[in-house]
């Protein structure tokens, strides 16, 4: 691997920055990390970590960090409009720039989605300044482009794709609503056949692949980041019984089912109608290995437990939950 040893993150104290910082300290580095400073900072008395305050929609405050740490590399996790990172770019010229992208930049259909191979979602430029959920998926796909355009200046700026991110200190409680159901409930209801496949990642796998994609990755290249191993929605829910050491009965539901009491199936976290699959490979050859899925579910789940964390506000409430239930055993 290449030497580096100083890192400037843009964003870094919440879930996928948290557990980045540790890899890089990990890896020897000295981590500064820029922050509006809204949020606690977990690293506010370690030693290693420096935290600048600045936001990273004003080019000033990024040149203040740059001008500050001049860093080795550069790691950007909030990055959300495509002038941000074309700024970011060219702020950030002269060192290794790594964008954390997404899955969702890729228009769905391919099983597996392939970094060279699957088109991204086109983005208009009214779109590039939103904030909706709807064009999530084109934003990020033209930050991606602004990555491989500045690659084309000479800049060693790359791309990693996560797919959904699971792990401790997960703040959109997502996979937490499944262990919420387990840990708490005998029956569990899950939508369709349990057979739901959307790809995820283990944060600390990601924080992995975000190092070496730092260091070893080439320049104008995106990477997928996911489990080496893809699992089922109603296999996660095995794996989480089995750390917390209790049993589930996983109640399958169809559509139609579901629609009897006003439930669709995107009520449930993490469910996909369609296989949402990313191949690995490019990252696999920079000798990234993902953790095996029993491992990284037990300490997600009792990381969950131990917080107390409940699902979305917006998640199905049990007593609706226990109504289906109750009129597919005919109770």
Request: proline residues 6%; hydrophobic residues 35%; glycine residues 8%.
């Amino acid at each position: 691997m290449a030497s580096y040893d100083t890192a400037l993150f843009v964003g870094g104290t919440r879930f996928i920055g948290r557990h980045t910082v540790e890899a890089f300290l990990e890896a020897g580095y000295e981590v500064t990390t820029v922050t509006r400073g809204e949020h606690d900072d977990p690293f506010a008395d370690r030693d290693g970590v420096d935290n600048r305050t600045g936001d990273r929609t004003v080019r000033a405050d990024l040149e203040a960090a740059r001008d500050a740490v001049d860093p080795d590399v550069v790691v950007d996790f909030v990055g959300l409009h495509p002038g941000e990172v074309r700024a970011a770019t060219d702020v950030f010229a002269d060192s290794r720039y790594v964008y954390v992208s997404s899955g969702s930049a890729y228009v769905p259909g391919d099983v597996p989605m392939r970094e060279d191979e699957t088109d991204l979602h086109p983005c208009d430029p009214e779109q590039e300044d939103e904030d909706s959920v709807e064009t999530y998926g084109p934003r990020k796909a033209e930050c991606d482009r602004a990555v491989f355009a500045a690659a084309e200046e000479g800049v060693e700026a790359m791309a990693v794709r996560p797919m959904l991110v699971q792990g401790p200190h997960d703040y959109t409680e997502r996979f937490g609503y499944w262990v919420h159901r387990v840990a708490e409930h005998d029956r569990v209801l899950v939508p369709g056949d349990g057979g739901s496949l959307l790809h995820r990642v283990y944060v600390r796998d990601l924080a992995d692949a975000l190092l070496r994609v730092a260091e070893d990755g080439e320049p104008g290249e995106a990477y997928n980041a996911a489990d080496r191993s893809a699992y089922s929605l109603g296999r996660s829910l095995q794996l989480i019984a089995d750390a917390l050491d209790t049993e589930v009965d996983v109640v399958t539901a169809s559509e139609r089912e579901l629609a009897a009491h006003d439930v669709e199936p995107t009520a449930f976290p993490l469910y996909t109608p369609d296989p949402m699959l990313v191949s690995t490979d490019k990252l696999a050859a920079l000798g990234w290995e993902s953790t095996p899925p029993a491992e990284a579910v037990a300490e997600t789940a009792r990381a969950h437990v131990d917080a107390g964390v409940t699902g979305p506000e917006e998640s199905l409430d049990r007593e609706t939950e226990e109504a289906v239930i109750d009129a597919l055993h005919g109770e």
